[in-house]
T-cell receptor
Framework: DVKVTQSSRYLVKRTGEKVFLECVQDMDHENMFWYRQDPGLGLRLIYFSYDVKMKEKGDIPEGYSVSREKKERFSLILESASTNQTSMYLC????????????FGPGTRLTVT | GENVEQHPSTLSVQEGDSAVIKCTYSDSASNYFPWYKQELGKGPQLIIDIRSNVGEKKDQRIAVTLNKTAKHFSLHITETQPEDSAVYFCAASKGGSYIPTFGRGTSLIVHP
């Protein structure tokens, strides 16, 4: 079974802190994604990566950056956390153009106070 | 870009009833339409998908229909059970990159 793991289930940070959310997949997938999930807004794409060291902006990249140094790991970085970044963050991976199915991690609930 | 509208936002049914969730999309080039189920405390999981060369697909109690002309697709769940209670997301994407655009989700509640 494909497994996507996220480093934390719950995280509480202060305004202005630098925050790292880590995601690891174990199925050698090319594509990795970071989404933000808010009530009534569905899943909004922040960034995605289709290869190591490659990244593309999604629909809401402002205030975020990403890093993909290894194929299995995709990190989301909040350079200076703000209260409006309080949300559920979901990581996903997919095989690429061969298969479009996305496999999601369990999510990280981030609260910025 | 693609825009996916999903309705209703909340759906409450009695156990054994059928449930239907509808989505519309804007980009006629979209050709892959997955449905994801998200249970409480978990990430979304693919439950069924359909490609644009197919009009209907079934898997036990769930089915998806696609009307390319009208640019809408629907999820049908028959004989609903309490374990079907979850948030359901539709999505649309194009071949090549398969970067999906998601609907806003439907919270399905099945009352025993």
């Amino acid at each position: 079974d494909v497994k996507v793991t996220q480093s934390s289930r719950y995280l509480v940070k202060r305004t202005g802190e630098k925050v790292f959310l880590e995601c690891v997949q174990d199925m050698d997938h090319e594509n990795m994604f970071w989404y933000r999930q808010d009530p009534g807004l569905g899943l909004r794409l922040i960034y995605f990566s289709y290869d190591v060291k490659m990244k593309e902006k999604g629909d809401i990249p402002e205030g975020y950056s990403v890093s993909r140094e290894k194929k299995e790991r995709f990190s989301l970085i909040l350079e200076s956390a703000s209260t409006n970044q309080t949300s559920m963050y979901l990581c996903a991976s997919s095989l690429g153009t061969v298969s479009a199915e996305q496999y999601f991690g369990p999510g990280t609930r981030l609260t910025v106070t | 870009g693609e825009n996916v509208e999903q309705h209703p936002s909340t759906l409450s049914v009695q156990e054994g009833d059928s449930a239907v969730i509808k989505c519309t999309y804007s980009d006629s080039a979209s050709n892959y339409f997955p449905w994801y189920k998200q249970e409480l405390g978990k990430g979304p999981q693919l439950i069924i998908d359909i490609r644009s060369n197919v009009g209907e697909k079934k898997d036990q109690r769930i089915a998806v229909t696609l009307n390319k002309t009208a640019k809408h697709f629907s999820l049908h769940i028959t004989e609903t059970q309490p374990e079907d209670s979850a948030v359901y997301f539709c999505a649309a994407s194009k071949g090549g990159s398969y970067i999906p655009t998601f609907g806003r989700g439907t919270s399905l509640i099945v009352h025993p």
